[in-house]
């Protein structure tokens, strides 16, 4: 699984791939692969990674698990394929990003552009079985996107983190915060965001405000 991730993150995450928990996890996606129909395709897996750099992480926008519907998850967190509806969570994303920025919201849910510009939009989990929700959470991805958030955090100054949710704030112990910039909120799904949790969080313009700060161009939402 290791040759799936470009040698910038095998670099900075050398330490990693000996370890016994990747061994097994990449035994365990290896059979998931061959057996079942898992999400994203297997040449996404990394996606997010190969997709942003880890010298050019200037957003970290932490999810949980893949969308585990039909050709939905393509390796970002919270986007979808092009020509896939959008999913409640990335709607409401969307509303609030129109509504914070006054800009129109893209026409399709892929965010490729956002994770050219430095977003890295993250998993805890990086796959799943189809139709099987958290079917591949505790198998040992967790540990490997924990210790990406720990490189991140180490290797890099200024990094701004979005916290969506208890699950995303949970993340903040493995961030040093004397270095870093944390926005937290309540989740974009419909259950938070009904009950006045995430909208008006204002995290897309408050994100390009630090930036500026720091003399780093602002992220073209």
Known sequence: MKHLLNQEWQKSLAQEFDKS????????????????????????IFRALN???????????????????????????FAVNEGISFPPSLR????????????APPLHGDLLHWSKQGVLLLNATLTVRSGQAGSHQNKGWETFTDEVIRTISRQNKDV??????????????LIDQSKHHLLMSGHPSPLSANRGYWFGNKHFSKTNDLLQQLNRAPINW
């Open 92 to 103: 409401n994303i969307f509303k609030e990003l129109e509504n914070d920025t006054n800009s």
């Open 51 to 77: 997709l942003t750099a880890p010298n050019r992480v200037k957003v970290v926008i932490i999810g949980q698990d893949p969308y585990h519907g039909s050709h939905q998850a393509n390796g970002l967190a």
């Open 160 to 173: 701004i983190f979005l916290l969506w949710g208890g699950f995303a704030k949970k993340k903040a112990k």
């Open 21 to 44: 928990y990747f061994k097994h996890l990449s035994s365990f996606i290896a059979t998931e692969y061959d057996q079942n129909i898992v999400y994203p395709e297997r040449k996404n």
